[in-house]
């Protein structure tokens, strides 16, 4: 890959976090202006606000409120499904074709060939999803690994 490739891939990946993430994160917080967005537990609105700030007053309790929303749960959610738009849009010569598998590349320190599926946030993955990501890599292993041995006996 080229200097100017990186640097290409560089900026559509500092637009694609511009426009797409930061923008809608935005916009998600300007919503909570509207109380229907919220879900308040009053036996709990007071409560976290003094466990938080130190008071249960009215600022406090939008902060204890809002902050969660904010800083939390929203974002954490629309990243891992926007790091799929990523792949698609701004990696997308590195797409891969392969089911399961999300994008693939020539390691530019070892110059292997890699495969990689992404997995972008705290909690996007549980023990019980490695066997199937797993799966996903042995059936892509055994298919080219046929398509090597059939290719090999035809050379």
């Known amino acids: 890959m080229t200097e100017q490739e990186k640097q290409a891939i560089l900026d559509a990946t500092k637009n694609f976090f511009r426009d797409r993430i930061a ?4 916009e998600n917080t300007v ?4 109380l229907s967005e919220f879900n308040v537990n009053p036996f709990l609105s007071k409560y976290l606000a003094q466990f938080a700030f130190g008071d249960a007053s009215p600022e406090s309790i ?9 800083l939390g749960t929203s ?18 010569s590195y797409a891969s074709t392969t089911s399961g598998i999300d994008i ?22 549980n ?18 690994n046929k398509l090597d041995t059939h290719q090999a006996t035809f050379n």
């Open 127 to 144: 023990k019980d999803d490695v066997p199937v990501i797993e799966g996903h890599f042995k059936s892509f292993v055994n298919c080219n």
């Open 31 to 34: 919503k909570l202006q509207d």
């Open 75 to 92: 974002i954490n959610t629309s990243f891992g499904t926007n790091m799929q738009y990523f792949c698609n849009d701004v990696l997308s």
């Open 23 to 26: 923008a809608r994160h935005n």
């Open 104 to 125: 693939e590349f020539v390691d530019a320190l070892d110059g292997e060939r890699k495969y990689c599926q992404i997995k972008a946030g705290p909690n996007t993955i």
């Open 62 to 70: 939008a902060r204890a409120l809002i902050y969660p929303r904010v």
